[in-house]
């Protein structure tokens, strides 16, 4: 009896699918509402500074790079957008957060060709590294096993590992649209991990994949990050981990914690839309933060991106160059001006 009483006072609390948006936003108190603005506020903020940025690489960015620098730079904006559409409307839960992982598994793969470009491209990064050899026992994928050997950096090498993120950004949209074709069937519960259901499953599939794209990206920074000093790649990269981090595992812990009812229901959100709810406050934050710094981080000059070299060695080379001198006066290749 008291359990009936329990589920008439509040019957969201076993509800399967989220409120509809109406009853969500007439449910929300006066600090709920400011929330909500201030919210979809950043992320409006968030999506300006990321246009005004587009902007700034198409103008002063060499074309080779402007496409690969805006993709990698949109992945925050795109997860805070997706986030505030997921929080507006709760039922579309499931395809903004398709929609941010399908985005951001290319932006893994543009991270890497990023890399590349940066060195010069492909021929001048084998040039560079004729004689070097990649160290394989990184994460996340082999980073216990330092027995392995290192692998020559050849053109064969970076097509396995272009192929490794590609393969990603290939297979996570077919897996995330089998989802979704599932779920119209009933066939897909996201918040339902089982032997028996298609969500386990799928989910294995994708997280052995991204494990796989994660590991060449890995290999690739450990490789340049010397090189690349000058371009603030150790910043780049942090930014693009705190973006994996936020989007999969924050994300992935709370939904656990909704699972097994640690994150409470609160009328009309059941556990499960709560902890969806939360997930997409959090991002939203995040990624305006994340957003703010990509600009400091990604806003150069052009002078400063066109460089192939970033060591010291012309500089060097230009500092033991003698100088002529003649009646005080050299001209700036080093020879005496007549």
Avoid at 3 to 10: H, I, K, M, R, Y
Wanted: some cysteine; hydrophobic content about 45%; glycine content about 4%.
């Amino acid at each position: 009896m008291e359990g009936e009483a329990n589920a008439t006072l509040q019957p969201s609390c076993g509800a399967s699918e989220p409120p509809f948006s109406e009853e969500h936003l007439q449910s929300l108190d006066l600090p709920g509402r400011f929330l909500f603005a201030i919210l979809t506020l950043m992320t409006l903020i968030a999506n300006l500074v990321f246009i005004e940025e587009a902007v700034y690489i198409y103008r002063k960015i060499p074309s080779s790079k402007r496409s690969i620098i805006i993709w990698v730079n949109a992945a925050a904006p795109v997860s805070a957008t997706a986030s505030c559409i997921g929080m507006w409307i709760p039922r579309s839960t499931m395809f903004t957060d398709f929609t941010a992982a399908v985005f951001f598994a290319i932006v893994i793969h543009k991270f890497l060709l990023m890399m590349i470009k940066e060195c010069g491209g492909q021929k001048l990064l084998l040039r560079r590294f004729e004689n070097g050899r990649f160290k394989i026992s990184t994460g996340p994928c082999c980073c216990c096993c330092l027995c392995l050997p290192r692998v020559r950096i050849t053109r064969r090498t970076l097509f396995w590992m272009k192929l490794g993120t590609f393969q990603f950004a290939f297979f996570r949209p077919m897996f995330m649209f089998l989802s979704i074709v599932l779920w119209t069937n009933g066939n897909y519960t996201p918040y339902k991990l089982s032997p028996k259901e298609a969500a386990m499953w799928i989910n294995c599939f994708v997280g052995v994949l991204t494990i796989l794209a994660l590991w060449p990206v890995a290999i690739m920074f450990q490789q340049v990050r010397t090189l690349l000093t000058c371009k603030k790649i150790i910043s780049k990269f942090a930014l693009y981990q705190f973006i994996l981090i936020l989007n999969h595992l924050q994300t992935a812990i709370i939904n656990i914690l909704a699972m097994q009812r640690v994150i409470p229901c609160a009328p009309p959100l059941s556990s499960s839309a709560r902890g969806a709810y939360v997930t997409q406050q959090l991002l939203i934050m995040e990624m305006f933060l994340i957003t703010l710094i990509s600009r400091v981080v990604y806003r150069r000059r052009y002078d400063d991106l066109e460089p192939p070299e970033c060591t010291g060695e012309e500089v060097g080379d230009n500092k033991q160059t003698p100088k002529i001198i003649m009646n005080g006066a050299v001209s700036e290749d080093g020879l005496p001006r007549v």
